[in-house]
Structure formats: C-alpha cells, structure tokens
C-alpha cells in the first residue's frame, strides 16, 4: 500500500513538475523575447553628419515602437549605432567591430556609398546581411547577394527629375557642376550626363569640386559668363549648400533652376542656404506630405519626438528597421544571419512609410520616385 501511494505521489510530482516547467517555457517565451542584436554604421559626424544624426533618430523611433510590442511580436530589437565618421577606413573598424565583436545579426548603413562599396565586402564575406539606407551609388549591391537597400539609386531618380525639369521649364541647356572625390557624387555625374543627353538637353561646362571645399566662385563665375538656363549639381549637402549660397550671391540669378541629386535632399540645404536654396529641385525617394497612412503616423510620431518634421533620411531608416522586424519574423530566428538573408530577399509589397516596398531581384529598392521643389524653406512635390 506504501509503495503503490509512493508511486502515485511520484507520478504527481512528476505530472506537476512538467506542469510547471512547460508554464515556465510558456512564459518565460511571453515575458522575454528573443533579441535581434542590430548593428548601425552612420555618420555621425563628418562631411555627412546631416544625414546620419536624422537617420539615427529614425531608426531610434522604429526601435521604440517596435520594442514596445515586443510582448506580441516576440522580437525585441538591440541597436548597436558606431559613428563611421563619414570615412571609408572607420567604417571598416565600425563594421569590423560590429561583425566580429558584437556578433550582429545583420548592419543597417552606412551613410555614404564612399564607405559602402569598402564596407560592405567586410559583410559579404563574413556572410551577413547589411542594408543600405542611403547609398544611390551606382554598383553598391552589385558587391554581392548580402548586399541590399531601401534607398533608390540616382538611376532611379534621376532621369524622372531630368524629364520633370524638361518638361515643366523647357530648358535647354545647362551647366553641369560635381564631386570628383566621392562615389555618390560621381555616379550622380554620370546618371546627370546620361539623362541630360538622352534629353538632348546641351552641357555647355562641367565643372569639378571636392569634399570640404568652400568657395566655389571660379567655377560660378565661369557658370556665370555661359548663361545656361539651369545650373545641375552633383554634391553632398555641406557642398551643396555653398554652391546654392554662392551661385546667387555671385549673380546667377533666380530665374536659373538650380537641380540636385539624393545630397541636396537635407534640410540642411535650407538651414545652410537659407532663402538662396527656395526653387533648388530635387528627386527623392520620399516626400513628407505623402497621405500614406503610415507616413503620417510617422511624421506626427517623429515631430513629436524630436521637435522637427522627419527627412527622407530619417523615414529610410525608419523604414528599414521595419524591413528588418518583417524579415527576421520570416526568418524564423533573431541570431541566424543566413536565414534573414533569405527572408530579406523575400520582402514582397511590405507597407512601409516609403509605400507598399519590395526589393528587386538585385537586392536594390523598388518604389516610387517623387520629384520635389523647396517652397518657404521646405520641400514640396513638384511633379512625379
Ligand atoms: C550616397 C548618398 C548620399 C547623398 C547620402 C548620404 O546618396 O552616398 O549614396
């Protein structure tokens, strides 16, 4: 009788620890999420820190909503950002670091295609997944199938603006003015050059700068003497603004569009250039006014937050992180980062502050252009 009730209180005490143990499982898997270790290389500082301090607060932003679901998602999100300095050689330490001492399962950046086309053979090869969430350089996610971006190329913006500008002002020709030191604003030379001619729209002087220069009066006096109908430019923002600044300062007068590449798309340009940057003409991959749903909880969520209405740097980052949360859902892990390749390459028609978002089957952003105009010191929709 002993025995058989000994046995009995065993088989319950079994029962009950399984019980308890399975509940345990239950709700440690409720309580704790598993974390994705994120890594963030964006310049923080340097030649590009305009579009960096916009793009970590972005990505700031999805982090919180996301982490605060995180309860249903069962996903939480731990950012690591490195300031890569807007220098290709510190954003080789950065994606060292995260890579091989963070043990990211995936890095968001960096800031410029300069350091990108470096950097991102570093992820390629060690077989982890970065996206690009400002990099319109030719040629970025052609380094290898780890390589993706949110971020449209200047081949997709550009022609768009090129025909736009045709169209609405009828120019015929131009001068042409960029960067001959930095990947973005060289291949932004070339999609210029291309469009330019494919719209048989006449390049009466190319003229050339480099990072950090200031004065840019011999090449605008030159600009000047040629009278073209609008001057195009090729430049980061800190460039750019000092060319806008400078060409009306010079007498190039107002009548005389001045249209940039994905560098000018900063508010910074209206901030630097004050009322010389009102009519500068941009393509973009996003535009604040879009009624997108989603947009608009975003621009509401950011400006509350941070005091100031988002950038297209901010939303791309913003994007991103969600591009991430979809992926890694699919991939079924937070810590493989071969499996949130794959789910990557399978984001398909995602609802994004960028709208319904996919990528190409080469990794690069697939949605809409916009071509904006800078009216009262902010940036309108000109056309599409
Ligand atoms: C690039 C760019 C810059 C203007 C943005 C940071 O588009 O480097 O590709």
Same mark, same amino acid.
């Given at each position: 009788?002993?025995v058989?009730?000994?046995?009995?209180a065993?088989?319950?005490?079994?029962?009950?620890?399984l019980?308890? *143990?399975l509940s345990?499982?239950?709700? !440690?898997a409720?309580?704790?999420?598993?974390?994705?270790?994120?890594?963030f290389?964006?310049?923080?500082?340097?030649?590009? $820190?305009?579009y960096?301090?916009?793009?970590?607060d972005?990505?700031?932003?999805? @982090?919180e909503?996301?982490?605060? !679901?995180?309860?249903?998602?069962g @996903?939480?999100?731990?950012?690591?950002?490195e300031d890569?300095?807007s220098?290709?050689?510190?954003?080789?330490?950065? &994606?060292?670091?995260?890579l091989?001492a963070?043990?990211? #399962?995936?890095?968001i950046?960096?800031?410029?295609?300069?350091?990108?086309?470096?950097?991102?053979?570093?992820?390629?090869k060690?077989g982890?997944?970065?996206?690009?969430?400002?990099?319109?350089? %030719?040629?970025?996610t052609?380094?290898g199938?780890y390589?993706?971006r949110?971020?449209?190329t200047?081949?997709?913006?550009?022609?768009?603006?090129?025909?736009v500008?045709?169209?609405?002002?009828?120019?015929?020709?131009?001068?042409?003015?960029? /960067?001959?030191d930095?990947?973005?604003?060289?291949?932004g030379?070339d999609?210029f050059? %291309?469009?330019? =001619?494919d719209s048989?729209?006449?390049?009466?002087?190319?003229?050339t700068?480099?990072?950090?220069?200031r004065?840019?009066?011999?090449?605008?006096?030159?600009? =000047?003497?040629?009278?073209?109908? $609008?001057?195009?430019?090729?430049?980061?923002?800190?460039?750019?603004?000092?060319?806008?600044?400078?060409a009306?300062?010079?007498?190039?007068?107002?009548?005389?569009?001045?249209i940039?590449?994905?560098?000018?798309?900063?508010?910074?340009?209206?901030?630097?250039?004050?009322?010389?940057?009102e009519?500068?003409?941009? /393509?973009? $991959?996003w535009?604040?006014?879009?009624?997108?749903p989603?947009?608009?909880?975003?621009v509401?969520?950011?400006?509350?937050?941070?005091?100031?209405?988002p950038?297209? &740097?901010?939303?791309?980052?913003?994007?991103? #992180?969600?591009?991430?949360l979809?992926?890694?859902?699919?991939?079924?892990?937070?810590?493989?980062p071969?499996?949130?390749?794959?789910?990557?390459? *399978?984001?398909?028609?995602?609802?994004?502050?960028?709208?319904?978002?996919?990528?190409?089957p080469?990794r690069?952003?697939?949605?809409?252009p916009?071509?904006?105009?800078?009216k009262?010191g902010?940036?309108?929709?000109?056309g599409?």
């Open positions: 009788m002993d058989v009730a000994g046995n009995c065993k088989k319950a005490m079994v029962v009950l620890a019980v308890l *143990g345990g499982i239950c709700s !440690r409720s309580a704790a999420p598993r974390e994705a270790k994120i890594g290389a964006l310049s923080l500082t340097g030649a590009a $820190a305009a960096g301090e916009t793009q970590k972005g990505a700031q932003l999805a @982090i909503e996301i982490n605060a !679901r995180a309860g249903q998602t @996903i939480k999100i731990v950012p690591v950002f890569d300095a220098q290709p050689q510190q954003g080789v330490n950065v &994606f060292n670091r995260l091989f963070d043990k990211v #399962v995936a890095i950046g960096p800031t410029l295609s300069n350091t990108a086309q470096v950097t991102d053979r570093i992820a390629q060690a982890v997944p970065v996206l690009g969430i400002s990099n319109t350089a %030719k040629g970025i052609d380094i199938n390589v993706f949110d971020s449209l200047e081949m997709q913006v550009i022609p768009d603006t090129v025909n500008v045709e169209k609405k002002l009828g120019i015929k020709k131009v001068a042409l003015m960029y /960067g001959n930095d990947a973005f604003t060289k291949s030379y999609v050059k %291309k469009a330019l =001619r048989h729209i006449k390049i009466v002087t190319e003229q700068f480099a990072k950090g220069d004065d840019f009066s011999a090449q605008l006096t030159e600009i =000047r003497s040629l009278k073209p109908d $609008a001057l195009v430019v090729s430049a980061l923002v800190e460039e750019a603004s000092g060319i806008v600044a400078q009306r300062r010079l007498g190039i007068p107002a009548s005389v569009p001045i940039g590449g994905n560098g000018f798309n900063s508010p910074s340009l209206m901030k630097n250039a004050g009322k010389a940057a009519n500068v003409i941009v /393509g973009a $991959a535009n604040e006014s879009s009624s997108n989603l947009n608009r909880a975003f509401r969520a950011y400006t509350a937050k941070f005091g100031s209405p950038d297209q &740097f901010a939303a791309q980052a913003y994007a991103a #992180v969600y591009i991430m979809d992926a890694l859902k699919r991939s079924g892990s937070t810590d493989n071969k499996a949130l390749r794959e789910a990557l390459a *399978g984001v398909n028609d995602l609802d994004t502050v960028l709208g319904k978002f996919s990528f190409t080469g690069d952003a697939q949605c809409k916009v071509v904006e105009i800078v009262n902010r940036f309108t929709v000109f599409e």
